[in-house]
């Protein structure tokens, strides 16, 4: 089964509106946690985002947040007042076990994301 | 500081040739990982070296594929010989042992696109 399941092939938003990319994810370890990258046409993956499933409050950075919703295993990007420079593809990951482990990611297959002006 | 820095960033082969790629990682990042996307999959975790030993190599596909981090800092991929199923990006990732925030935030690189004909 997929761990991380990304099912928006394509989303489109106006600039300065909102958007939200969906993730749900599948897992048993009650200790995890989740990150958003995104990946310009340049090809770098960037850091976003980062959840913990422990974590009390969604978390936020800047224009990001993150719609952590645990009963339903969902954990969806929302991108506010969008810019053009945020036309990307998001990949949504998830890493199981504590705080600060060190164990692999697992990613989905990611959305792509066009800001029209 | 500089980021995580991959090398060659594209390369083309013939099927049973072989391929070297590198990465150097954040100076002072333990962790380094590999991880693979194929054309329109998911990126796929290869293996994680704690400084020159490796962690996990359970994403590795086969014996073709020969990963080293002597010394512990840069590290190499190795296909050898190379086939048409091996064509995808190959990214590097490297952290800090539990990171700042104890997130073990992953920094990628921009990644090498490798070709096999």
């Known amino acids: 089964a997929q761990k991380i399941t990304q099912t928006q092939p394509g989303m489109f938003v106006q600039e300065k509106e909102a958007v939200t990319l969906d993730c749900t994810y599948d897992?048993?370890?009650?200790?995890?946690?989740l990150f958003w990258y995104k990946q310009p046409s340049s090809g770098e993956m960037i850091f976003l985002i980062y959840?913990?499933?422990?974590?009390?409050q969604n978390a936020t950075e800047g224009r990001y947040s993150l719609n952590f919703q645990k009963a339903r295993k969902s954990a969806n990007l929302v991108i506010s007042a969008s810019q053009l420079g945020d036309s990307a593809m998001y990949f949504c990951?998830?890493?199981?076990?504590?705080?600060?482990?060190?164990?692999?990611?697992?990613f989905g297959k990611g959305i792509t994301l066009s800001v029209r002006p | 500081e500089a980021g995580v820095t991959q090398f060659p960033s594209h390369s083309v082969i013939e099927k049973g040739q072989t391929v070297t790629l590198r990465c150097d990682p954040i100076?002072?990042?333990?962790?380094l990982y590999w991880y693979r996307r194929v054309m329109g999959k998911e990126i796929k975790f290869l293996l994680h070296?704690?400084?020159?030993?490796?962690?996990?190599e359970s994403g590795m596909p086969n014996n073709r594929f020969l990963a080293e981090r002597t010394g512990g800092t840069y590290s190499t991929l190795k296909v050898q010989p190379a086939e048409l199923e091996d064509s995808g990006v190959y990214f590097c990732?490297?952290?800090?042992?539990?990171?700042?925030?104890?997130?073990?935030?992953?920094?990628f690189g921009a990644g090498s696109r490798l070709t096999v004909l």
């Open positions: 990951a998830m890493r199981e076990g504590h705080r600060g482990a060190n164990s692999k990611l697992t």
């Open positions: 959840q913990g499933s422990y974590d009390q």
């Open positions: 070296f704690v400084k020159e030993s490796k962690q996990d």
């Open positions: 100076s002072g990042h333990d962790n």
């Open positions: 897992t048993s370890d009650p200790s995890y946690g």
């Open positions: 990732a490297s952290s800090q042992a539990g990171g700042p925030s104890g997130a073990n935030v992953l920094t």
